[in-house]
Antibody
Framework: EVQLVESGGGLVQPGGSLRLSCAASGFTFSRYSMNWVRQAPGKGLEWISNINSGSSLTGYADSAKGRFTISRDDAKNSLNLQMNSLRDDDTAVYYCARDHDYGFDSWGQGILVTVSS | QSALTQPASVSGSPGQSITISCTGT?????????VSWYRQHPGKVPKLLIY???KRSSGVSDRFSGSKSGNTASLTISGLQAEDEADYYCCAYAGSKTWVFGGGTKLTVL
């Protein structure tokens, strides 16, 4: 069974940093492109970032570019998102999601990030 | 990276069919056959319904179907059931390893 479990969320002050992780199991992690998607309270889904299998290519939403960095450790079956210069509008539930033919076929339960002073 | 445009809400009675539209641009929906659809019940994790415009994800009922014409993709749900009441999101690949979601559509089953 595919499992994705996010960790690292919490409360952080504006301007601060946070590192999210996603532990993957139940599939060959290294073969899949992976994503981060977020959802602000009461709002819709927003794609944030993608990293391909092999880590040679990454993509970012404009809202994340220059502040967030996606990475992966295939030896540890782990996906990461380093978030710097956090703003109030980064408050959201962050999901990691597996890419299957450009659709996100498996999702973690999500982790809440709250940016507030 | 502008969000795709979806109607805020649609409704239908049990047994009826409804269609949710998703309008993008020639840089995303119009350029690639990489449109997907998700259903999200309140407080739950999104679930993939359709990918590559028309392909149903594993285990998804054939009541769900997808299509695309130009810059607009559509999700049709036939034989509406109470359990279909949820939020629906489209998503499109926009090139250079980027994706964009629609704003979401709330489906009410009357």
């Amino acid at each position: 069974e595919v499992q994705l479990v996010e960790s690292g969320g919490g409360l952080v002050q504006p301007g601060g940093s946070l590192r999210l992780s996603c532990a993957a199991s139940g599939f060959t992690f290294s073969r899949y492109s992976m994503n981060w998607v977020r959802q602000a309270p009461g709002k819709g889904l927003e794609w944030i970032s993608n990293i391909n299998s092999g880590s040679s290519l990454t993509g970012y939403a404009d809202s994340a570019k220059g502040r967030f960095t996606i990475s992966r450790d295939d030896a540890k079956n782990s996906l990461n998102l380093q978030m710097n210069s956090l703003r109030d509008d980064d408050t959201a539930v962050y999901y990691c999601a597996r890419d299957h033919d450009y659709g996100f076929d498996s999702w973690g339960q999500g982790i809440l990030v709250t940016v507030s002073s | 990276q502008s969000a795709l445009t979806q109607p805020a809400s649609v409704s239908g009675s049990p047994g009826q069919s409804i269609t949710i539209s998703c309008t993008g641009t020639s840089r995303d929906v119009g350029s690639y056959d990489h449109v997907s659809w998700y259903r999200q019940h309140p407080g739950k994790v999104p679930k993939l319904l359709i990918y590559e415009v028309t392909k149903r994800s594993s285990g998804v009922s054939d009541r769900f179907s997808g299509s695309k014409s130009g810059n607009t993709a559509s999700l049709t749900i036939s034989g509406l059931q109470a359990e279909d009441e949820a939020d629906y999101y489209c998503c499109a690949y926009a090139g250079s390893k980027t994706w964009v979601f629609g704003g979401g559509t709330k489906l009410t089953v009357l």
